[in-house]
């Protein structure tokens, strides 16, 4: 492993366990035993260093959010959870949102549009899962609900969960909040959709 991918990944370390706005530079070069200039060789600022972070997770949602034709309610299940993982993996960038997206201009500029591309992908599973007939939306704004709901949970799960079921590891914090999500579907699921709903929530149940 080079001195980049050790700081990033020293950095990602500490601030899952810290926080970003509690770890300096200073000391993250300490715990490296590096001077502070091998870190600013690479990442000029600490903004830069997030940035960088925020890429990483960008880029790991990206191989797994896509519009699939053929998507099947189990797979687009899945593709929520791994997302999950993902968030969980850099949760630090989604419990300090709101001091990235004040301090850190470049992340800030970004973030609408990666939002709203993400947004375009659930809606986009969501129109193909219901043209597939794996689900059937009776009232012309389900669509809208499911697409801004999903969305949400999606995005501040991990803040929530902090604040209200701090009690409970992270695996189980996943399951309820995928389980929020399948209960809400579920109302909405057809016939060949409900073996795929109940495959899921027994894998969710195992560790």
Not at 50 to 60: H, I, K, R, W, Y
Not at 182 to 195: G, H, I, S
Request: glycine share 2%.
């Amino acid at each position: 492993m080079g001195t980049k991918e050790k700081i990033l990944d020293k950095a990602l370390e500490l601030f899952n366990e810290r926080g970003i706005e509690y770890v300096g530079v200073r000391e993250l070069a300490a715990i490296l035993n590096i001077r502070v200039s091998n870190i600013s060789y690479y990442f000029p600022t600490k903004d830069d260093l997030v940035n960088e972070l925020s890429l990483q997770l960008g880029e790991l949602n990206s191989k797994v959010m896509k519009i699939d034709p053929d998507v099947t309610l189990l797979a687009f299940l899945r593709m929520l959870k791994q997302v999950f993982a993902h968030h969980v993996q850099y949760r630090c960038l989604l419990l300090s949102v709101v001091h990235i997206m004040e301090q850190n201009k470049v992340i800030a500029k970004r973030y609408q549009q990666v939002q709203s591309q993400r947004t375009d992908v659930i809606r986009g599973n969501l129109e193909s899962l219901v043209q597939r007939g794996y689900l059937a939306l009776p009232q012309e704004n389900d669509l809208d609900y499911l697409v801004s709901t999903i969305s949400l949970i999606a995005r501040f799960w991990i803040s929530e969960a902090v604040i209200s079921f701090r009690h409970l590891s992270t695996a189980q914090q996943m399951h309820h909040y995928l389980s929020i999500i399948v209960k809400m579907l579920a109302p909405y699921a057809t016939q060949p959709a409900k073996p795929e709903i109940e495959l899921f929530s027994r894998q969710l149940e195992c560790p």
